[in-house]
């Protein structure tokens, strides 16, 4: 059963650029894991230097045994004490309904 992650961070102003550059390069590595489906960053309006990530993988368990002693994941966890006001808040989501944007393929009239 896929698991998605929330996880919700408070960057530091003045290390919001190295965290970017830093989780760049943990999403780029990631993708390529066999158990990965998807991920995206989110900025909230109101606040550049407040993130959400939204992650989903096919496995909790291959999250929790694999993917976080990945050695792609060193710079980042090491770093994030540093990068963060606070704590990140990590939420733990299963799917319980999925919907896409079903466009129709409209002629124009001329």
Same mark, same amino acid.
């Given at each position: 059963?896929?698991?998605?992650? +929330?996880?919700?961070?408070?960057?530091?102003? #003045?290390? #919001?650029e190295?965290?970017l550059?830093?989780? @760049?390069?943990?999403?780029?590595?990631?993708?390529?894991e @066999?158990?990965?489906?998807?991920?995206?960053l989110?900025a909230? =309006?109101?606040?550049?230097n407040?993130?959400?990530?939204?992650?989903t $993988?096919?496995?909790?368990?291959?999250v929790?045994?694999?993917?976080?002693?990945r =050695?792609?994941?060193?710079?980042w966890?090491?770093? +994030?004490?540093n990068?963060l006001?606070s704590? #990140?808040?990590?939420?733990? $989501?299963?799917?319980?309904?999925?919907d896409?944007a079903?466009h129709?393929n409209?002629?124009?009239?001329?």
């Amino acid at each position: 059963m896929s698991v998605t992650y +929330l996880i919700e961070f408070h960057v530091q102003p #003045r290390e #919001r650029e190295r965290f970017l550059a830093l989780l @760049d390069g943990v999403l780029d590595a990631m993708r390529h894991e @066999d158990t990965f489906l998807d991920c995206a960053l989110h900025a909230d =309006p109101a606040d550049a230097n407040h993130f959400m990530l939204h992650e989903t $993988w096919q496995r909790h368990e291959d999250v929790i045994d694999v993917q976080l002693a990945r =050695p792609y994941r060193k710079a980042w966890h090491e770093a +994030l004490p540093n990068l963060l006001v606070s704590e #990140r808040r990590i939420g733990t $989501w299963i799917k319980v309904r999925s919907d896409g944007a079903q466009h129709a393929n409209v002629a124009c009239a001329s």
